[in-house]
């Protein structure tokens, strides 16, 4: 079981968003500010789309975007398009130099 | 261009030793955390281990600390990833991951472990 819950499927038509959560406690995603996303495509490695909450690495898309409300942080989709189907985890800092990840939310694009 | 290239991965017994390597390039790597991070065939990612840019500090899951030892060569660009006492729940590909930006890494290409008999 994972520490960090999301649900384990989205889904959403192109050209709409989608929000995906990422609860956790306030010892890991209610504590620090270093919960990042990453993007899975079938048989490849991940992708980091999102650090420091909302921070986008060069090169991804303003489509990405992040944010955090208490234990829960989310990452949202915009203008929804087909390459954008996959994976997606969410990660934190749990303290004492540990990293938590998330189960994993299948992004389905209709 | 970041690029984190793992090898050493194969078959092994249940009981029995792997040692992985990651050679890394594309940017400075004496100057940033290091992680290890595996995932179960058809499951999601579990964290690993992290160790600190000079080496000196090391942190572990839960479900390989005693048994896992990371380390790495500065000199040579390369991080370690040392595994004794392995389970068949240890089967998984093992990806090596830099963290240039904070809490957030890239990732190799990962290498696949195969514990079984």
């Known amino acids: 079981q994972s520490a960090l819950t999301q649900p384990p499927s989205a889904s959403g038509s192109p050209g709409q968003s989608v929000t995906i959560s990422c609860s956790g406690t306030?010892?890991?995603?209610?504590?620090?500010?270093?919960v990042s996303w990453y993007q899975q495509h079938p048989g490849k490695a991940p992708k980091l789309i999102i650090y420091?909450?909302?921070k986008r690495p060069s090169g991804v898309p303003d489509r990405f975007s992040g944010s955090k409300s208490g234990n829960t942080a989310s990452l949202t989709v915009s203008g929804l398009q087909a390459e954008d189907e996959g994976d997606y985890y969410c990660?934190?800092?749990?303290?004492?130099?540990?990293?938590?990840f998330g189960g994993g939310t299948k992004l389905t694009v209709l | 261009e970041v690029q984190l290239v793992e090898s050493g991965g194969g078959l092994v017994q249940p009981g029995g030793s792997l040692r992985l390597s990651c050679a890394a390039s594309?940017?400075?790597?004496?100057?940033?955390?290091m992680h290890w991070v595996r995932q179960s065939p058809g499951k999601g990612l579990e964290w690993v281990s992290r160790?600190?840019?000079?080496?000196?500090?090391?942190s572990y899951a839960d479900s390989v600390k005693g048994r896992f030892t990371t380390s790495r060569d500065n000199a040579k660009n390369t991080l370690y990833l040392q595994m004794n006492s392995l389970r068949v729940e240890d089967t998984a590909v093992y990806y090596c991951?830099?963290?240039?930006?904070?809490?957030?890494?890239?990732w190799g290409q990962g290498t696949l472990v195969n514990v079984a008999s």
């Open positions: 990660s934190s800092y749990a303290g004492s130099n540990k990293f938590e």
């Open positions: 991951a830099g963290e240039r930006n904070p809490g957030g890494v890239d």
């Open positions: 594309g940017f400075t790597f004496s100057s940033h955390w």
């Open positions: 160790i600190y840019p000079d080496g000196t500090t090391t």
């Open positions: 306030s010892s890991d995603v209610g504590g620090y500010n270093y």
């Open positions: 420091e909450v909302s």
